[in-house]
C-alpha cells in the first residue's frame, strides 16, 4: 500500500526541539522527494521546505532558515523533519508530503496522516 | 514570496449547482520552456490531510472524479466544479509551486446551500 506514516503528537515547551518522522511505503523512495508543510489550528497551509529523496539536497522556507533541518533515511524509507527553539507560533498539525515526479516544483500526491504538535509552557 | 489570492473565502452552492474558485497569483507561474503553469489546486475535508485534485493548473489527478476541473488565463486561475455533491463540502486551496515557498491561497470553504 503506497502511503506515509508519521510519528504521533507532540507536546513541547518552549526553547524545545521538535522531530517528526515520516515512513514511506508501496513507491521507490528515492524517486521521490518529501515536502513537510504544516497547518496552524483553524488556518492555512505553510509550505516549510523539501528534501530530494535521492540525493538529501534540500530547500528550506527562508523563514525557518537556522531553526529547521530536514534529512532522510534511505534504507528505512523515512524522512524527519526537525524544528529547534519552538514557541507558541509552532503549534500546529505537521504534514509531509510525496511529490509527483521526483522535482522539488512539483505538486504533491500522497500526504501523511498529519502530526499535531503543541507547544505550551 | 509569491502571493497567492483566492476567492471567495466562502461558497454556498445547492446540490447540482456549479461552484467556481479563484485564485490569483502575484506574478506568473508559466515557464514556456515547457509550456506549463505551475499551479495544484488541493481538498481538505476536516481532520484530514490535503488531496490533490488538480496539478499544472488544468491536469486532473488520477481517480478525481471530472466534475472537478482547471483553467488558466495569465494570472488568473479557476477550479470549477460543475455538479456539486455532497461530499464535496471541503477547504480547497490553490498552491503554486513556481518558486520556493510554494505558497498557498487562503482557502475557500465550500457549503451546501
Known amino acids: 500500500q503506497v502511503q506515509l506514516v508519521q510519528s504521533g503528537a507532540e507536546v513541547k515547551k518552549p526553547g524545545a526541539s521538535l522531530t517528526v518522522s515520516c515512513k514511506a511505503s508501496?513507491?521507490?523512495?528515492?524517486?521521490?522527494?518529501i515536502g513537510w508543510l504544516r497547518q496552524a489550528p483553524g488556518q492555512g497551509l505553510e509550505w516549510m521546505g523539501w528534501i530530494n529523496g535521492y540525493n538529501g539536497h534540500t530547500n528550506y522556507a527562508q523563514a525557518l532558515q537556522g531553526r529547521i533541518t530536514m534529512t532522510r533515511d534511505p534504507l528505512t524509507s523515512t524522512g524527519y523533519m526537525e524544528l529547534r527553539s519552538l514557541t507558541s507560533d509552532d503549534t500546529a498539525v505537521y504534514y509531509c508530503?510525496?511529490?509527483?515526479?521526483?522535482?522539488?516544483?512539483?505538486?504533491?500526491?500522497?500526504w501523511g496522516q498529519g502530526t499535531m504538535v503543541t507547544v505550551s509552557s | 514570496d509569491i502571493v497567492m489570492t483566492q476567492s471567495p473565502a466562502s461558497l454556498s452552492v445547492s446540490l447540482g449547482e456549479r461552484a467556481t474558485i479563484t485564485c490569483k497569483s502575484g506574478q506568473s507561474l508559466f515557464y514556456s520552456s515547457n509550456n506549463k503553469n505551475y499551479l495544484a489546486w488541493y481538498q481538505q475535508k476536516p481532520g484530514q490531510p490535503p488531496k490533490l485534485l488538480i496539478y499544472?493548473?488544468?491536469t486532473r489527478e488520477s481517480g478525481v472524479p471530472d466534475r472537478f476541473s482547471g483553467s488558466a488565463s495569465g494570472t488568473d486561475f479557476t477550479l470549477t466544479i460543475s455538479s456539486l455533491r455532497a461530499e464535496d463540502v471541503a477547504v480547497y486551496y490553490c498552491q503554486q509551486y513556481h518558486t520556493t515557498p510554494h505558497t498557498f491561497g487562503q482557502g475557500t470553504k465550500v457549503e451546501i446551500k
Open positions: 508530503a510525496r511529490d509527483r515526479s521526483g522535482y522539488e516544483d512539483d505538486a504533491f500526491n500522497l
Open positions: 508501496g513507491y521507490s523512495f528515492k524517486s521521490h522527494g
Open positions: 499544472w493548473a488544468s
